[in-house]
């Protein structure tokens, strides 16, 4: 048995003790406790000491693109998003396997380092499915599917169940699908895989009321998006606008009936808000790829007043900084003077419960996966230690899924040098 101790551990956002440790055998936490009620238990095989340091639930992300880790500063931050979908392409344009997996590994390092235990990773190419099923990280891979053109529906979906009929799923690695958004998915498409998503008994996520042109082009059919569509020969000659808000084009296709993961959600209205309460459906926030966009305030507090489950996402480094959800609270409590209790339930419980793990990961509890990480506080600080949480100087110095150790700054300890290097 490992214990894992520091001066302050954070069990679930309404639970902090003092000189606290977390008693670890094998992949589970065995006991959550005071160091002065534990050190003299005669199965210890070691003491892992993190002095003045928080220890958390593992932080989950539960929206990113790791297999654009390398584009970090290599796309223009502009409020225009057809721009940065065209920077996207060109930028990939001529990149073959090796590029794709070293941008994953770097990604898995990042997470890991910054104290994440769970991803839920989109992946266009397939790439993810491969290089995230290796690596340490608790994970869920949506598989991205995209076409327009309602006539290539059943194509599409015998391609896709076939991609993920050769995927072996574990403890560590589920997957998903992802009708990418309403701009780039028919809704005959998104019927289809609602029907699939079903029938595998996967989850399923999109992305959604992103951007005003988003909502002009479900509207009108006008705007940005039908110029990108076709240059980039993508917009069926058939295609008419719904003439719907995107909550309620996404209604239409069902999707809202399966309990999806809606990622962004920028900008939807008080009675789209209503509809999402009424679906059960997460929403998955990326509060500083928001503002590399330059969005307008984002309706977190409307979100949550609805009691609608907010968790919290990086995107991806082709329009943020790091890949760090304390990096996003940190973002959130200087920006949106969000309560840090608040704050932690989105980057753990609510994060769980999105993607279906509440009942294994999320919360510091007997019984549940035992996914870590510690945030080491200033070492000058008088302020609580909420304050000393949300520091701009502090950081994670330790991080274990499932009992395993994958990163303790403390100690160089690295037990995946492939992901760690």
């Given at each position: 048995m490992i214990l894992v101790k520091a001066k302050y551990l954070i069990t679930d956002p309404e639970t902090c003790i003092e000189h606290?440790?977390?008693?670890?055998?094998?992949?589970?936490?065995?006991?959550?406790?005071?160091?002065?009620?534990?050190?003299?238990?005669?199965?210890?095989?070691?003491?892992?000491?993190?002095?003045?340091a928080v220890i958390l639930p593992g932080?989950?992300?539960?929206?990113?693109?790791?297999?654009?880790?390398?584009?970090?500063?290599?796309?223009?931050?502009?409020?225009?998003?057809?721009?940065?979908?065209?920077?996207?392409?060109?930028?990939?344009?001529?990149?073959?396997?090796?590029d794709y997996n070293s941008s994953l590994e770097k990604g898995?390092?990042?997470?890991?380092?910054?104290?994440?235990?769970?991803?839920?990773?989109?992946?266009n190419t397939g790439h993810s499915f491969s290089v995230l099923k290796k690596s340490p990280l608790r994970k869920v891979v949506y598989k991205e599917v995209i076409d327009l053109n309602p006539d290539h529906v059943r194509n599409v979906v015998k391609k896709i169940q076939s991609e993920l009929s050769s995927i072996i799923t574990d403890d560590l690695f589920n997957i998903g699908l992802s009708p990418h958004a309403p701009y780039s998915a028919s809704k005959e498409l998104y019927k289809a895989i609602v029907q699939l998503a079903h029938d595998m008994h996967i989850p399923v996520c999109t992305h959604i009321a992103e951007t005003r042109d988003e909502i002009e082009f479900l509207l009108k059919g006008s705007g940005n998006f039908p110029i990108l569509l076709r240059q980039l020969r993508a917009l069926p000659d058939?295609?008419?606008?719904?003439?719907?808000?995107?909550?309620?084009?996404?209604?239409?296709?069902?999707?809202?009936?399966?309990n999806p993961i809606l990622i962004h959600g920028n900008y939807i209205t008080d009675e789209e808000i209503s509809?999402?309460?009424?679906?059960?459906?997460?929403?998955?926030?990326?509060?500083?790829?928001?503002?590399?966009f330059g969005h307008t305030d984002y309706p977190i507090q409307k979100l949550l007043h609805a009691e609608i489950n907010v968790g919290l996402g990086t995107d991806s480094l082709a329009s943020n900084d790091t890949l760090s959800i304390l990096d996003e609270m940190k973002f959130l409590s200087r920006h949106y003077s969000m309560l840090p209790k608040t704050l932690l339930a989105m980057a753990t419980i609510h994060g769980a419960r999105a993607l279906g793990l509440e009942s294994r990961t999320g919360?510091?509890?007997?019984?549940?996966?035992?996914?870590?990480?510690?945030?080491?506080?200033?070492?000058?600080h008088t302020g609580?230690?909420?304050?000393?949480?949300?520091?701009?100087?502090?950081?994670n110095i330790f991080t274990m899924v499932a009992g395993a150790i994958c990163y303790n700054a403390l100690h160089d300890y690295n037990t995946s040098s492939r992901f760690l290097v």
């Open positions: 606290g440790v977390v008693a670890v055998k094998d992949t589970k936490i065995h006991h959550v406790s005071t160091f002065d009620k534990v050190k003299n238990v005669a199965e210890i095989e070691r003491i892992i000491d993190l002095g003045n932080l989950i992300n539960v929206h990113t693109h790791l297999d654009l880790t390398n584009l970090h500063h290599r796309i223009k931050p502009t409020n225009n998003f057809t721009h940065w979908v065209f920077q996207l392409i060109g930028a990939r344009m001529r990149w073959k396997d090796e898995i390092r990042f997470c890991i380092e910054s104290g994440t235990t769970t991803a839920a990773d989109v992946t058939t295609w008419h606008p719904p003439g719907l808000t995107p909550i309620h084009y996404l209604r239409e296709t069902g999707i809202l009936d399966v509809v999402i309460k009424s679906s059960g459906a997460s929403i998955a926030f990326c509060p500083r790829s928001h503002h590399f919360q510091i509890k007997e019984g549940f996966e035992a996914d870590l990480c510690a945030i080491k506080l200033p070492d000058f609580n230690m909420y304050n000393q949480l949300f520091d701009v100087s502090s950081k």
